[in-house]
């Protein structure tokens, strides 16, 4: 990925620059931004490789970014020394730590930070850490040394400080600073689904705002452009500190530093030069960036918004289409059409009405940003509940564009096939009967119960999710995945609006992340969760939230039945406490004239302390990890395994489990997408 985002800034360059001379220096910056790429590679790599003490510590740290969810957060942190236990000398690689949000502390503040230390590789915000703290206690030590960070910090703080906890106000912050941490899951959803989320991806429109603010207040103390330069460029830092440097915001505010540099000595550039300059700066820094999806979209989009809007500029528009009609229009088509390639290859799905949403919500944000800025200036709650109403307009039309269909490759391919089609002249009324035929389709289709009980491993990446479906419409839900996004399309797509039983076999992010928000999409009758002393963050967060709400949430004892129509479900694990969370997660006998074990990521130990089975079909424990006991895999395996597995660098499944598997009929989720299996 690095290569690719490489290759694509240099393309940029060179397109903007259009001069010989400057494809040598392209050359010369591809090679620095290769060693970039493999140093980033490297220092990931260490960080999730790193061996991490665990048990019980205090650490010095230093803070370097926040992520927030409601009442929840988790902070990126980097030790810097070990007060306890004395004995440890230990200064490793990043952490991330989950406490309260009330209790976050500034970035780039020292602190104190008391809890248990453990094990647990993985990404905050697609930065790498090590390890994670839980049941933390932080000790604010040293404020950021830096004005920059503070001012940066007193920005963002003031805008979640003015704005309250609505959804239009939480929608605000976002359209400010990026911060969606109060916006609920199923508007965040509806938001994707309608192709606005960039509204909430602070990027060029924000920081051109911010400027100018920044501008109109300063005018009097800086009347020289260079001066107005110098307090602009402070201005972008201080900017980029209080989004917390989303790459959409750092991709913006190079450019726009570009921009002011050049400007300032009297050397103006085009705009496609900025933008390329811009990426190639940034990946020579960071070279990690050109395999965030984020920095791919926002990169991409704006090359496609200049596109756009110079056809438009192109266009003569009539009496009843204003310029400024075409050249939005044109912006939203240009984005719409560059975006949609990555958009299929991430998320496999693009809004099909995407650019009559943005054409419909554009301005709107942009006025009720402009007014929610001046809002939080002058504090004046009057003008909060003006820029709310704007917001509130903005969630109306994302729900409305969230219900018409989603379009894969196939679809894509189609929506160009008649755009080509309305482009010619003798096939514009072929292509204006197959669209009206396209609309007036139902937009979402129904699906009915199966006729037959019927379980169905859904493909979720790096995770498990298993749905199982009862012709009396029951269902049960065992696990989410990683992902809220996808697991909400799967149940979308097949008309799931209750779900009976949720389990969740344990805490881990790849079983229980893809339930955030989940009592907002569906209604849930129940819930099981393991009985364990920590359950973590995520999934302590789930129980805690569907109990409150007033689900019925229990950690059910072995023996315990779930009767769904044809259906039975009942509990065989865990018997007894075990070290290891994965040994402790629940273990379903599933029941329907066909049988089916699942049995969560439960090891070699938990394994062995089960009865001897033979189900028709068996989920593999773990995703087909080394951690599986094979004699065990090997006895108990039936007709059909499916091991549920995604992109990964743990070598899942590894090669010894699929040896064992090679006599019977295997699914790999990864490579048959969704596995559907009747059960009766």
């Known amino acids: 990925m690095p290569l690719l985002g490489l290759g694509?800034?240099?393309?940029?360059?060179?397109?903007?620059?259009?001069?010989?001379?400057?494809?040598?220096?392209?050359?010369?910056?591809?090679?620095?931004?290769?060693?970039?790429?493999?140093?980033?590679?490297?220092?990931?790599?260490?960080?999730?490789?790193?061996?991490?003490?665990?048990?019980?510590?205090?650490?010095?740290?230093?803070?370097?970014?926040?992520?927030?969810?409601?009442?929840?957060?988790?902070?990126?942190?980097?030790?810097?020394?070990?007060?306890?236990?004395?004995?440890?000398?230990?200064?490793?690689p990043a952490l991330a730590v989950a406490l309260p949000a009330r209790e976050l502390p500034p970035v780039g503040?020292?602190?104190?930070?008391?809890?248990?230390?453990?094990?647990?590789?993985?990404?905050?915000?697609?930065?790498?850490?090590?390890?994670?703290?839980?049941?933390?206690?932080v000790t604010e030590v040293v404020r950021a040394r830096f004005p920059v960070l503070r001012?940066?910090?007193?920005?963002?703080?003031?805008?979640?400080?003015?704005?309250?906890?609505?959804?239009?106000?939480?929608?605000?912050?976002?359209?400010?600073?990026?911060?969606?941490?109060?916006?609920?899951?199923?508007?965040?959803?509806?938001?994707?689904?309608?192709?606005?989320?960039?509204f909430v991806a602070v990027s060029g429109s924000n920081v051109a705002l911010f400027l100018a603010g920044v501008w109109v207040l300063s005018?009097?103390?800086?009347?020289?452009?260079?001066?107005?330069?110098?307090?602009?460029?402070?201005?972008?830092?201080?900017?980029?500190?209080?989004?917390?440097?989303?790459?959409?915001?750092?991709?913006?505010?190079?450019?726009?530093?570009?921009?002011?540099i050049t400007a300032a000595f009297g050397l103006p550039i085009r705009p496609w030069i900025a933008l390329g300059s811009a990426v190639v700066v940034l990946l020579l820094v960071s070279g990690q960036l050109a395999a965030d999806v984020g920095f791919q979209l926002s990169v991409v989009a704006t090359g496609g918004v200049l596109v756009g809007v110079r056809w438009a500029t192109g266009r003569q528009p009539g009496s009843m289409w204003p310029r400024w009609v075409w050249q939005a229009l044109g912006a939203a088509i240009g984005a719409q059409i560059v975006v949609a390639p990555i958009l299929l290859m991430h998320f496999g799905s693009i809004p099909l009405v995407s650019p009559l949403a943005n054409?419909?919500?554009?301005?709107?944000?942009?006025?009720?940003?402009?007014?929610?800025?001046?809002?939080?200036?002058?504090?004046?709650?009057?003008?909060?509940?003006?820029?709310?109403?704007?917001?509130?307009?903005?969630?109306?039309?994302?729900?409305?564009?969230?219900?018409w269909p989603q379009l894969g490759w196939v679809g894509a391919a189609g929506v160009a096939a008649l755009v080509g089609m309305a482009l010619r002249r003798s096939l514009r009324p072929l292509a204006t009967a197959v669209a009206v035929g396209v609309i007036a389709l139902p937009v979402v289709g129904w699906h009915g119960p199966p006729t037959a009980p019927t379980m169905t491993v859904l493909d979720v990446g790096q995770g498990d999710a298993t749905l199982i479906e009862d012709p009396s419409g029951a269902t049960a839900l065992v696990d989410g995945g990683r992902d809220p996004f996808v697991l909400a399309q799967a149940l979308r797509s097949r008309s799931i609006r209750r779900i009976d039983l949720l389990v969740v076999?344990?805490?881990?992010?790849?079983?229980?992340?893809?339930?955030?928000?989940?009592?907002?999409?569906?209604?849930?009758?129940?819930?099981?969760?393991?009985?364990?002393?920590d359950l973590g963050e995520e999934l302590g967060g789930l129980v805690d939230e569907l109990r409150r709400i007033g689900v019925v949430v229990e950690a059910p004892p072995v023996g315990a039945r779930f009767d769904m129509g044809a259906v039975t479900l009942e509990v065989l694990g865990p018997g007894r406490r075990y070290?290891?969370?994965?040994?402790?997660?629940?273990?379903?006998?599933?029941?329907?004239?066909?049988?089916?074990?699942?049995?969560?990521?439960?090891?070699?130990?938990?394994?062995?302390?089960?009865?001897?089975?033979?189900?028709?079909?068996?989920?593999?424990?773990?995703?087909?990890?080394?951690?599986?006991?094979?004699?065990?895999?090997?006895?108990?395996?039936?007709a059909v395994a499916v091991v549920s597995v995604g992109d990964n660098t743990y070598g899942h499944p590894t090669p010894e489990v699929m040896a064992v598997l090679s006599d019977v009929e295997v699914h790999v989720t990864s490579k048959a997408g969704d596995v559907r299996i009747p059960l009766g």
Do not use: C
């Open 359 to 403: 054409l419909i919500a554009g301005p709107v944000v942009a006025v009720t940003t402009a007014v929610a800025a001046l809002a939080v200036m002058v504090g004046w709650s009057g003008l909060v509940s003006l820029a709310g109403f704007g917001a509130g307009f903005v969630l109306v039309v994302a729900r409305l564009a969230a219900e």
């Open 579 to 638: 070290q290891k969370q994965n040994d402790g997660s629940v273990v379903l006998w599933v029941d329907a004239g066909v049988t089916a074990l699942l049995a969560g990521d439960i090891e070699a130990v938990a394994q062995r302390d089960l009865p001897d089975l033979r189900p028709d079909v068996l989920l593999v424990p773990h995703h087909g990890a080394a951690t599986t006991d094979l004699a065990w895999l090997e006895r108990t395996v039936g």
């Open 109 to 137: 503040s020292l602190i104190t930070v008391a809890g248990l230390l453990r094990s647990a590789p993985g990404t905050v915000r697609g930065d790498p850490v090590a390890g994670r703290l839980t049941d933390a206690e």
């Open 8 to 92: 694509a800034a240099v393309v940029l360059l060179v397109a903007g620059l259009v001069s010989r001379r400057w494809i040598a220096v392209a050359g010369v910056i591809a090679a620095a931004g290769v060693l970039s790429g493999v140093a980033a590679a490297g220092r990931m790599e260490l960080t999730l490789t790193a061996d991490v003490p665990e048990g019980p510590v205090v650490l010095r740290a230093r803070v370097l970014d926040d992520q927030r969810h409601n009442d929840r957060a988790v902070m990126t942190v980097v030790p810097v020394e070990v007060l306890e236990p004395r004995q440890m000398a230990w200064s490793g």
């Open 505 to 533: 076999t344990h805490g881990d992010m790849d079983h229980v992340g893809g339930l955030v928000a989940i009592a907002d999409r569906v209604a849930i009758g129940r819930l099981w969760y393991p009985d364990q002393p």
């Open 151 to 198: 001012t940066g910090n007193a920005v963002r703080n003031r805008v979640r400080s003015v704005l309250g906890t609505t959804p239009e106000e939480a929608l605000l912050a976002g359209f400010l600073i990026g911060d969606t941490s109060g916006v609920p899951e199923r508007d965040l959803d509806a938001l994707r689904r309608s192709g606005l989320t960039h």
């Open 219 to 260: 005018a009097p103390l800086a009347p020289g452009i260079r001066s107005r330069a110098v307090i602009g460029l402070l201005s972008l830092a201080v900017f980029v500190v209080a989004t917390r440097w989303e790459p959409s915001v750092l991709r913006a505010a190079t450019m726009v530093a570009i921009l002011l």
